[in-house]
């Protein structure tokens, strides 16, 4: 147990779908993150919250859409995704944006 | 873009051997960390490094913080079957926000 908590652990979805996955961190820090992990790829930041504002956006597509309606809560928004997006999606949070790293157990994507 | 290059990229050990394992970058970094994921987990972190050659040890884990600060390794001594899982390396500039993680090394132990 990380203090970081993701919602669902395991998604499929069809590529007209609309689904979003959650992430609660019970650590009182105040930077968040989304990062994809696909397999035999180095995990690939896609955005940076501190203090609720995006501070980072890693060229990331607008199908993906992230939301942080507070420290403690981030969402990520996924509309009309490809086949190519299933991965491993992790959420973590750190104190602040030049603390180390605490990660989620991550939701599992499938998009078909 | 910044790059790390960690190696090997997988192993297989047997219980009780020690293993190392690195990463190197072109480039300088002020923090590097190693962490570790098992199936179905997040990467948990294992050490974290903030100076150039600081040696740090957690239990049967110890990583040093290369001289350059373009190269970081990790060591387990005495393996054991719960040291099994995908260690990634990551370098950090200005902090968290900027981390860049290697490839991972998959670690394999035959009991």
């Known amino acids: 147990e990380t203090g970081v ?44 919250y501190n203090f609720k504002e995006q501070t980072e956006n890693n060229s990331v597509p607008s199908r993906f859409s992230p939301e942080c309606p507070n420290s403690s809560h981030l969402f990520l928004h996924l509309h009309t995704l490809q086949p190519e997006d299933s991965a ?4 973590a949070s750190s104190r602040t944006e030049n603390e180390k790293l605490f990660f989620g157990s991550g939701t599992q994507l499938s998009v078909l | 873009g910044q790059q790390l290059n960690q190696s090997p990229q997988s192993m297989f050990i047997q219980e009780g051997e020690d293993v190392s394992m690195n990463c190197t970058s072109s480039s300088i970094f002020n ?3 190693w962490y570790k994921q098992e199936p179905g987990e997040g990467p948990v972190l294992l050490i974290a490094l903030y100076k150039a050659g600081e040696l740090t040890s957690n239990g049967r884990l110890t990583a ?9 390794f990790l060591n387990i001594s005495a393996s054991i079957p719960s040291d099994v899982g995908i260690y990634f390396c990551a370098g950090g500039i200005q902090g968290a926000q900027k981390l860049v993680f290697g490839q991972g090394t998959r670690l394999t132990i035959n009991p």
Not at chain 1, 7 to 12: A, D, K, N, S
Not at chain 1, 35 to 48: C, D, G, H, I, R
């Open chain 1, 5 to 48: 908590t993701q919602t669902p652990r395991h998604l499929v979805m069809g590529m007209t779908n609309k689904k979003s996955l959650k992430c609660e961190q019970h650590l009182g820090h105040n930077a968040m993150y989304w990062y994809k992990q696909s397999a035999k790829k180095p995990l690939e930041l896609m955005f940076v």
């Open chain 1, 88 to 91: 491993l999606y992790l959420c």
């Open chain 2, 31 to 33: 923090t590097w960390l």
């Open chain 2, 64 to 72: 040093q913080f290369g001289i350059t600060r373009k190269d970081s």
